[in-house]
């Protein structure tokens, strides 16, 4: 057997950029699970997502978030959800009250993470981004999947940056759409 | 150019307006430099320079001038810039003068003062509507040698430099509660009071300048100038958080649903636009709009009535009160309204020499200029002035000397957008126009002079009443804001059309050179119809779409028909309001960023070994990996896959789609999707799957691992990996709802490589922890979830595409790069080696497994000699109509192998077998190669395709024919099992 243990490498290197009054990281400490279930099962599943994470499965376009901010569930369809927490969180104990409560899959190598923060952030997400991300229409509690630039997206706010999140093996081409929005920032 | 010399250049000069005199701007007018004041268009500073000829006419090469001031002109279009940056067809009118600007002029052959191309006009009485159709039909095969090459070099205006256009283009969305189209005072109340409201608000104007009439007016509102009422309205929009405020943007188009397109000119303006967009395309979501464009001025058609100084008498007032221009130093003004008794007070105000006022209406003038003399009821018939307007001349035979003559036919409203769902405006006999109709794009409202609401009071109070409307179906309270105090004037028009008594010839579309006498030769050929007398004379097309025309030629064809104008018909408006440039519907999308790639976690350790990269789909993939001494691509491959089917490969292979499959009625789903059973797939367990399409044709292939009692991964090609999992989410969601079966993709999240070759099982022997990868304990088929160099949780299946004992390694992707060193370093001791894509598929060719050329929308599972496949134990997609007799015969193709009876020859994929000797025409036609490549395990060429009873005819000889290449090889039936048939590597 080799000696060498494996080392982790983010899908963008974890990579910060800070640029007409936008900021850009890579989000590296973040999992996500993809949670699902059959309609019957709901009830039951909010149960257990209650007890085991303090949140809830959300409505179709809106976030639940636990009352100290680090668990977000994202809902991203009717019967299927996902689980975004701290890698910190991510313990055994945690991994078996998800597969638990529903049908359980790792997603967190499929997503690259970028948060996006700054005054001129808007100028940048409006350029790609079909969403209407004002504050009175899209709130911490709302996400949505959607397609910047061709590519699939998930987006979110988080106090006042928005979250970013792209398939991995695609992401040097979303942050190079994102870098080329912020070139364009007057 | 000193100010002073600047000053001198700029004859046409008056005092006031809203330029900016402090701020000289040089630029370049056919090679001739000029100069020009921030605040300036192109068209402004020409006048300014006494520049009256700007152009030629598009078919007659006519001298012509400047007749607006805005996005309707017709003549002045110039090519701007130059080299890459040359756009040819740029209005001169809404052209914002930056320094260093370079324009010229188009569409003449020698200078512009003497074309030669003039000859044309000459030639007029032969070339009116309808002479191309009527004169190029004989001989016939002359048009496609002479006439359409001779027509298609003279035609066109401007040219383009050929080269690619330099500058960046983006696109963007926005959303708001009102979008206010339009920026003079209906659409800058509307604005304010929805902003102060608390709407969100996005206000656009294609100007620069926002404000409309009033900038170019001299009104008054509660005491103020126009101007400057407008400026004091446009600064408090600017402090609203709410409200957005666009110039230089022109919503062109209406679409579905309150969605608006919008060009912003983001950097037309400056010289170089320095790597910031050009242009940006928005699209606006709306929940309201408030169409408040404004009115645009038509002619009359009188003789000779393009003479350069012949121009919209609005636009005279335009350049004479924003611009500080005059457009002549002795104006004469014929009008058939108010509105151009308003251009000569203007005028007079200026102490410019006004010679007449001629009125087409036999009243009394609406009031008396000093020293102006007045013809009611006068027409004028004709002009002259070679290149520039010297006289004109009146029916009554009187004539005035003018070096520019302002013409008003009247206003028509902007009503463009309000037709681009279809809607169709109704005709007003007040104001002699069209106005919107009832059926507007939903959430529209009109106000303003686009609504037929010509005065300013009028203007206003019509904002007033609609933004009112619009904040009340937004739940919002209208502010309490008094109307301004206005000065007001009404245009009071009597229809004039045409000057009957004309003489010489009356145009009626500047820009496509259509006169009077075409649109009654539309009418005596019986081109009645609107749309008909468009297509035949060509009216109201181009770049400025008819916007000063249409309406006049409508009213022409009206009189020539002695019906009424609504009788007649109008056309209605199509998107774009006026012209959008390609690269701004394009965007950012060119080049690279026109398809995005997708990359493998193991890409940045490829290119550090120097791969070559092939695009699967977006994927970019190692085709091989050459090294030091290899000159040719077959020399790496080669060794490639020696060395693997010698020792130990490993090959990238995480693009392949992998399915994560969970529920308790996973395996019952798989079974009706898979043509064969995965139900009883034993966990820990393996298994090919073939997947057919509801007609019983072959779909897609992989295989599927069970990793727990409810819980399967599915592998897809990497072609398919979407269409798949479109399909089964299709089956999951609409087919059997009921089933509790959860699917969600998991390519990205697994980087996953094959390891191939004799010493696989020793190299992965050294990276897996604490599992026995021996036959006995980890067969062939065989699949678990592991940990990998110490704690790392991986997935390994043991199945095999190159035939060798193989297996494939999932990490996720986070440690694919690693994986990838740790594989490699492990293989040190093996010799292993890398291979791409190209060895891959040698490999399986020799192998003889079915690949996307071999699936190719036709294929059964019969014809790959797979058919025992498809179980009748169960039901299935495609299991039934699989059935079909017609794909059911022996004579049907069957998947074969090929070698070169000549070993030294090479085979060629799409080559058609016939039988030795015959002749190669489609009745002899038996099949066809599908897949070839050097085998280099072999030592010659080989190949794999379907070919009919190919079961049956194993050694027999027939001919590989390609008639694209000419080339015929003489090829043996073979086992498409060229390597290890019995599958003995595989299983070892």
């Given amino acids: ?186 | 150019m000193s100010t002073e010399q600047s000053q001198r250049s700029q004859r046409n000069r008056v005092d006031g307006g809203l330029i900016d005199r402090s701020d000289t701007r040089t630029f370049e007018f056919n090679n001739k430099l000029l100069t020009g004041f921030a605040g300036d268009t192109l068209a402004s500073a020409l006048l300014a320079n006494g520049q009256r000829l700007v152009g030629r006419s598009f078919k007659y090469h006519r001298p012509r001038g400047i007749v607006s001031a805005g996005v309707e002109e017709a003549n002045a279009l110039v090519e701007l810039r130059s080299g890459n940056l040359t756009e040819p067809n740029t209005r001169a009118t809404v052209t914002e003068l930056f320094d260093g600007l370079v324009a010229k002029s188009q569409n003449h052959k020698g200078p512009l003062a003497f074309d030669v191309m003039a000859v044309n006009d000459a030639l007029a009485p032969f070339l009116s509507a309808g002479f191309y159709y009527k004169t190029f039909m004989w001989p016939k095969a002359f048009w496609e040698k002479l006439y359409e090459p001779v027509i298609r070099a003279a035609a066109g205006l401007g040219s383009l430099s050929g080269e690619e256009d330099p500058d960046v283009y983006d696109k963007g969305f926005i959303h708001c509660d009102v979008l206010v189209v339009g920026g003079g005072p209906a659409g800058l109340w509307s604005a304010l009071m929805a902003g102060r409201a608390g709407a969100r608000v996005v206000l656009a104007d294609e100007d620069f300048q926002l404000g409309g009439r009033l900038n170019a007016e001299t009104h008054t509102l509660n005491d103020q100038s126009g101007a400057s009422w407008a400026q004091q309205l446009i600064a408090e929009l600017e402090s609203l958080p709410n409200v957005r405020v666009m110039p230089r943007t022109t919503v062109y188009g209406a679409f579905d649903h309150g969605v608006y397109g919008a060009l912003e000119r983001k950097t037309d303006h400056l010289r170089l636009s320095e790597g910031k967009p050009r242009q940006v395309l928005w699209r606006v979501y709306t929940k309201r709009t408030v169409l408040a464009s404004g009115a645009t001025e038509r002619s009359i058609a009188f003789g000779n009535n393009d003479r350069p100084g012949v121009m919209l008498a609005g636009a005279v007032r335009t350049y004479l009160n924003r611009f500080a221009v005059t457009p002549g130093q002795h104006v004469a003004v014929f009008t058939n309204n108010n509105d151009g008794w308003q251009t000569a007070k203007d005028l007079v105000n200026k102490n410019i020499n006004v010679t007449a006022v001629i009125d087409s209406r036999d009243t009394d003038a609406p009031f008396e200029l000093n020293g102006v003399q007045a013809c009611m009821g006068a027409q004028v018939a004709s002009t002259s002035g070679r290149l520039g307007l010297k006289r004109i001349t009146l029916t009554s035979g009187k004539s005035f000397e003018a070096d520019c003559l302002a013409v008003s036919g009247g206003w028509s409203p902007n009503v463009h957008l309000t037709c681009h769902q279809r809607g169709r405006p109704v005709w007003n006999d007040t104001i002699a126009a069209f106005v919107p109709g009832a059926d507007l794009p939903s959430g529209m409202l009109v106000a303003g002079a686009a609504n037929g609401e010509l005065s300013l009071s009028d203007a206003l109070r019509s904002a007033q009443r609609v933004v009112n409307e619009v904040l009340n179906d937004l739940g919002l309270s209208a502010p309490a804001e008094a109307l301004p105090t206005t000065s007001d004037s009404t245009v009071d028009i009597t229809a004039f059309w045409h000057v009957k008594e004309s003489k010489g010839r009356a145009w009626v579309d500047w820009q496509n050179d259509v006169t009077t006498k075409d649109v009654a030769q539309a009418h005596l050929e019986g081109f009645h119809a609107v749309e008909h007398l468009k297509r035949y004379t060509t009216l109201g097309m181009a770049t400025d779409q008819g916007k000063t025309a249409n309406v006049l030629g409508l009213a022409i064809m009206a009189e020539y028909s002695g019906k009424s104008i609504p009788e007649t018909g109008t056309t209605i408006f199509r998107p774009p309001y006026t012209p959008v440039p390609i690269a701004a519907f394009a965007g950012r999308s060119r080049g690279k960023n026109f398809r995005p790639t997708r990359l493998t976690p193991s890409h940045d350790w490829a290119t550090e070994l120097g791969a070559q990269f092939v695009e699967v789909g977006p994927w970019l993939r190692a085709q091989w990996f050459p090294r030091a001494g290899e000159s040719h691509w077959r020399e790496s491959v080669d060794r490639e896959v020696l060395q693997t089917r010698a020792s130990v490969g490993i090959c990238d292979v995480t693009t392949l789609g992998k399915i994560d499959i969970q529920g308790a009625d996973a395996g019952v789903f798989l079974d009706r999707v898979y043509a064969n059973t995965f139900s009883s797939l034993a966990v820990g367990k393996v298994r090919y799957g073939l997947m057919l399409r509801e007609d019983g044709i072959a779909m897609d292939d992989g295989t599927t691992a069970r990793l727990g009692e409810h819980h399967y991964v599915m592998t897809t090609t990497t072609a398919n990996a979407v269409s798949v999992f479109r399909h089964m989410e299709f089956c999951r969601q609409c087919l059997w709802p009921n089933l509790d079966v959860h699917l969600i993709s998991a390519t990205d999240q697994w980087a996953q490589y094959a390891v191939a070759g004799p010493n696989s099982r020793s190299l992965l022997q050294k990276i897996v922890d604490d599992i026995d990868l021996s036959n006995e304990a980890f067969a062939f088929m065989a699949c678990a979830e592991i940990t990998v160099c110490g704690g790392t949780p991986a997935r390994l299946f043991r199945i095999s595409f190159s035939g060798e004992l193989a297996y494939e390694i999932a990490v996720p992707t986070r440690y694919g790069d690693s994986m990838i060193r740790e594989l490699m370093q492990a293989g040190e001791e093996f010799d292993v080696v890398p291979y791409g894509t190209e060895a891959l598929g040698v490999m399986r060719i020799e192998k003889g497994h079915a690949a996307g050329n071999e699936l190719i929308g036709t294929t059964t599972a019969a014809n790959i000699g797979l058919g025992r496949m498809v179980s009748k134990k169960k039901d299935s997609i495609g299991n039934v109509l699989s059935e079909r007799e017609g794909l059911n015969s022996e004579s049907d193709n069957r998947l074969v192998g090929f070698i070169p009876v000549d070993k030294s020859r090479e085979l060629q994929a799409g080559s058609h077998f016939v039988q030795t000797g015959h002749a190669v025409v489609t009745e002899n036609d038996q099949g066809w190669m599908s897949s070839v490549c050097y085998s280099p395990t072999l030592g010659h060429s080989i190949g794999i395709g379907y070919l009919q009873r190919g079961q049956d005819r194993m050694g027999e000889v027939l001919d590989a024919v390609s008639p694209l290449t000419d080339s015929s090889v003489a090829v043996e039936v073979v086992s498409p099992h060229f390597v290890d048939p019995e599958g003995e590597r595989l299983r070892g």
């Fill in chain 1, 1 to 186: 057997m080799v000696n060498n243990r494996l080392s982790p490498r983010p899908a963008l290197g974890g990579y910060e950029l800070t640029h007409a009054g936008i900021q850009v990281k890579e989000r590296v400490d973040t999992e996500v699970f993809s949670l699902a279930c059959r309609e019957s099962e709901k009830a039951s599943v909010n149960d257990g997502l209650q007890s085991s994470l303090g949140v809830v499965w959300p409505e179709v376009g809106s976030c639940s978030v636990s009352t100290d901010s680090s668990v977000r569930v994202l809902g991203l369809q009717r019967d299927q959800v996902f689980v975004v927490l701290n890698s910190s969180q991510v313990t055994d104990g945690l991994l078996n009250a998800l597969t638990n409560v529903a049908w359980c899959t790792q997603q967190s190598d499929s997503w690259a993470t970028l948060e996006i923060s700054g005054p001129n952030q808007y100028q940048v997400l409006e350029c790609t981004c079909p969403i209407d991300l004002s504050p009175s229409v899209f709130t911490e509690h709302h996400v949505a999947r959607t397609s910047m630039e061709h590519l699939s997206s998930i987006i979110y706010r988080n106090n006042d940056s928005f979250v970013l999140m792209t398939p991995t093996s695609s992401a040097r081409g979303f942050l190079h759409m994102i870098e080329e929005s912020i070139q364009f920032v007057d």
